[in-house]
């Protein structure tokens, strides 16, 4: 038997990422009108609801902020389970699924309920986004429920939604990432100064990571009093989120998949690190995790070379050096 509940969707901390926005946006102008469907700020709903569904994170995460006070009654996620979800009433925690969508749409299943074109263009999103059109840990689950949606997608808005305006700032985040690089190898860290909202690290770690000599890659950045790291890499199995917890550990807060994770650690008075002490420890902890310490790096990795391919693009090409 199927009850019925008032049910907002809801979100913490700050949406930054231009595709994300422009989700939203999609999702409130969809629903204008209906209560409960549109998505609000936790904080305006505070002492309005009677409990807490955590849909993609955990409560303890270093990128989660929640009220005081709140009761949470259920956390559906896939990342690896944290240390703080003893009583809480269901926890549903599917670390092989490379997506949370895929574990929340095994719900719409078992109710009957078939997605519309504008669920379906979502769900889909989500899948394309988070494992890089199932490229980066996608399980059978991911695979399957995206051939299926494809055929609801609603591509102008799919398109609409991947290809969101960005300010200027987006960009200048990127410039100062190439001009601070420094290739240890095959390992890349770069420092992206101020970042214009804190999944930019992610984003430029992201891109770096196509560099065809680099199989790591760290990108850091300072936002609002926090220096923030995402670390991205193409080694299968490897294992991201433990070794972003030994980078931050003791100072810090740190948690990923197998392939990509990220942290950050607070600056300032409650610190006894400033910003550039930071970045020199995060650095230097990277290179120990990748057996580069004392490896002199390629300080502009990004210099113009005019009509030359890279070794590695060379071999890959067919040609010789």
């Known amino acids: 038997m199927w009850g019925e509940a008032d049910v907002s969707l809801a979100y913490s901390g700050l949406l930054g990422r231009a595709e994300n926005r422009e989700l939203v946006r999609v999702v409130t102008a969809s629903h204008d009108g209906e209560q409960g469907e549109s998505f609000r700020r936790l904080e305006d709903l505070h002492g309005s609801f009677d409990g807490l569904i955590l849909v993609d994170s955990q409560p303890g995460g270093g990128n989660v902020s929640l009220l005081e006070g709140c009761r949470i009654v259920a ?25 949370c969508v895929a574990l929340v749409a095994g719900y719409w299943q078992e109710a009957g309920l078939i997605p519309d074109s504008l669920a379906a263009t979502i769900f889909y999103y989500a899948i394309k986004s988070e494992t890089q059109e199932l490229g980066r840990e996608a399980s059978r689950h991911d695979r399957g429920l995206f051939r299926q949606l494809a055929q609801l997608v609603n591509w102008e808005l799919l398109h609409r939604i991947v290809h969101a305006p960005v300010p200027r700032s987006y960009y200048v985040a990127f410039k100062v990432a190439l001009e601070r690089a420094r290739l240890y190898g095959d390992v890349l860290f770069a ?30 950045g300072t936002y609002r009093g926090r220096l923030i790291f995402s670390l991205r890499t193409l080694v299968i199995g490897a294992h991201c989120g433990e070794i972003s917890q030994r980078i931050m550990a003791e100072w810090g807060s740190a948690g990923g998949h197998g392939m990509m ?17 930071a970045l020199a420890e995060i650095e230097k902890r990277y290179l120990i995790e990748m057996g580069q310490s004392g490896t002199t790096p390629i300080a502009d990795p990004f210099a113009v070379i005019v009509g030359e391919l890279t070794e590695s693009v ?8």
Request: charged share 25%; with cysteine; net charge negative.
């Open 191 to 220: 420092d992206a100064g101020e970042l214009p909202i804190p999944d930019a690290a992610a984003e430029i770690a992201d891109w770096l990571l196509r560099l065809d000599e680099v199989r790591w890659a760290l990108a850091c």
């Open 75 to 99: 956390v559906l996620d896939h990342h690896p389970r944290g240390l703080h979800l003893r009583g809480i009433p269901f926890v549903d925690v599917r670390t092989h699924f490379g997506s």
């Open 314 to 321: 060379r071999k890959r090409e067919g040609g010789s050096a």
């Open 261 to 277: 994770a990220g942290g950050q650690v607070m600056l300032g008075a409650s610190c006894c690190y400033d910003r550039d002490a």
